[in-house]
């Protein structure tokens, strides 16, 4: 199993060409890949399989690599739908042995261009044939783990309906800045993240990936990822990593409508105004 690095990537770095590198993936473990030179260019090898399957990486997935200092790469993966990889933020390392990173190791420093640092991306599609099929296995572990798709068990709702639940959300006033979301069926029932509207992002919310907290209709917290991302062409700010067990345990479904009203400047109030008020609980793909 193997992932090609650009040459260009590698022309980036400060330093001579490291043999190891360590991989940090979203869950902060470390994982170090050796970095092998071959015929047409430069591979990661040993250690990359342990990085694919313990971060369940498959398929369509993309992974985008940050050069942060000496030999140390920062990993985000994202799946098919654009959202990171909500179970990655889980992994752990199965290498025998692993280097925690500290601050110092972490500085952003040492790389050229005044601070822009080198990023490449790499798509799971693109390894070999041994890296695919990892990938397959490490997709059906994910789904054994968090339960794969849920189906909705409500009953046939109605045009009006749908308007009636955008309606009373429409009349929610408060004083703190909130944004009025539309369930989709990849909020729910499959992809598990919320994208926020662009202009709520850009008036209320940092520009930065950070730690939140959301407080439910029943008043219990969970903790909730805000994810940051802007490039040349696109700005996304959404919550992915603990969406999931919010929408699951409230049983919101699609075009049930949920405000998410900003209390404080790390914590949310979740409203849910929903299509049908009696609910059915959800259930997953694999217990049907």
């Not at 990486?57 to 942060?68: A, E, G, H, L, N």
């Not at 990171?84 to 889980?90: D, I, L, Q, T």
């Not at 798709?149 to 009349?171: C, F, K, V, W």
């Amino acid at each position: 199993m193997s992932l090609k690095v650009p040459v260009e990537f590698l022309e980036q770095l400060t330093c001579e060409i490291p043999k190891i590198f360590s991989l940090r993936g979203p869950s902060g473990k470390v994982w170090r890949v050796r970095l092998l030179e071959m015929g047409d260019g430069y591979y990661f090898e040993n250690g990359w399989q342990d990085f694919v399957i313990d971060n369940f990486v498959s398929d369509q997935d993309i992974c985008v690599f940050k050069y942060v200092n000496e030999n140390w790469l920062q990993v985000q993966i994202f799946e098919q739908n654009g959202c990171e990889k909500e179970s990655a933020f889980e992994a752990n390392c199965s290498q025998t042995s692993t280097t925690n990173c500290s601050a110092g190791r972490w500085g952003e420093k040492a790389v050229k261009n005044q601070g822009k640092f080198p990023i490449f991306k790499g798509r799971a599609s693109t390894m070999n044939r041994s890296a695919r099929c990892w990938g397959k296995k490490a997709v059906k572990n994910q789904g054994e783990r968090l339960g794969g798709p849920l189906i909705s068990q409500r009953r046939d709702i109605t045009a009006e309906e749908e308007n009636m639940a955008l309606d009373a959300a429409l009349g929610f006033v408060s004083r703190n800045p909130y944004t009025v979301i539309t369930m989709r069926n990849s909020h729910v029932y499959t992809g598990y993240c919320l994208p926020l509207p662009r202009s709520f992002c850009n008036e209320h919310l940092p520009d930065r990936s950070q730690d939140m907290t959301l407080r439910d209709p029943r008043g219990e917290v969970w903790g909730v990822r805000f994810y940051f991302f802007m490039n040349e062409t696109q700005q996304i700010g959404q919550l992915t990593t603990g969406w999931r067990k919010v929408s699951f345990t409230n049983n919101i479904e699609a075009s049930d409508v949920c405000i998410l009203e900003l209390v404080k400047p790390d914590e949310f109030q979740l409203h849910i105004f929903r299509v049908v008020e009696e609910i059915t609980p959800l259930k997953r793909q694999r217990d049907i």
